[in-house]
């Protein structure tokens, strides 16, 4: 964990890794067991990314019912904070009131699904935060990834929308109405369905030492799906 005193807060979002409460898009596919092993291992890689960053405090945002189980998978990586409230908007928001509100430091709030972004987008977000008020990684399918800012913005992250294709629009538009310059990350994708898991396994496949331990899930789950589907081809299982 990197000292307090930095001017540079890179926060988590995360949950504890239970059956059913993490990563619920793939479960559609994937047993709840798989899901939650899958989940261990993004959460993992993505402290060591943020580790990985120079002069920047690392912690985690979760669920007041998730703190001690999530400061034990921490450890010494990272503190471990509870949110106020329900929900993302929730989360987000004490993010901001919690790290950036008294002492205006570039804060920025992170998904715990995406190990494998380059570090670089980390860094050049934060310098984003130098020139502009907030800073938007925005996703492929209309939300975002990432987002970061100098200072507590209560209303910035309203519950409508949140989870869905207008989430960026709408925090866009909510930027605007508080008169916020806003800078943007590159796109990027986040891990929700089957399709994600393939890109994702074929991008760790060339660079696995970008997400070890997801590269390592990810080569196993794809021995067991080719295995699933022969099977499933020759009547002895199925997909």
Not at 36 to 44: K, N, R
Not at 70 to 75: I, T
Not at 182 to 190: Q, R
Request: glycine share 8%.
């Amino acid at each position: 964990m990197h000292p307090s005193g930095s001017d540079r807060v890179l926060v988590i979002m995360a949950k504890a890794p239970r059956p059913g409460q993490v990563k619920t898009r793939l479960a559609l596919s994937l047993s709840p067991e798989a899901v939650t092993g899958f989940y261990c291992c993004l959460l993992d890689d993505t402290l060591a990314l943020a580790r990985s960053l120079g002069d920047v405090e690392v912690a985690l945002m979760c669920p007041e019912s998730d703190v001690t189980e999530l400061a034990q998978v921490a450890g010494s990586k990272a503190s471990v904070v509870a949110q106020k409230g329900e929900g993302l908007a929730a989360g987000l928001t004490s993010v901001f009131a919690h790290f950036a509100e008294r002492h205006q430091r570039r804060t920025i709030a992170f998904n715990s699904d995406s190990p494998h972004l380059p570090r670089s987008v980390l860094e050049d977000g934060f310098e984003t935060l130098a020139t502009h008020d907030v800073v938007v990684g925005p996703t492929y399918d209309g939300g975002y990834y990432l987002v970061g800012a100098k200072a507590s913005h209560p209303t910035l992250f309203a519950r409508d929308g949140m989870g869905t294709r207008s989430a960026l629009e709408r925090l866009l538009s909510r930027a605007r109405t508080l008169e916020l310059s806003v800078g943007f990350a590159a796109p990027f994708y986040d891990i929700d369905v089957v399709d994600d898991l393939t890109r994702l396994a074929e991008e760790l496949q060339l660079a696995p030492a970008r997400a070890p331990r997801t590269a390592a899930w990810l080569k196993e789950w794809e021995l067991v799906a080719g295995q699933s589907w022969t099977n499933s081809r020759t009547g002895k299982g199925e997909l």
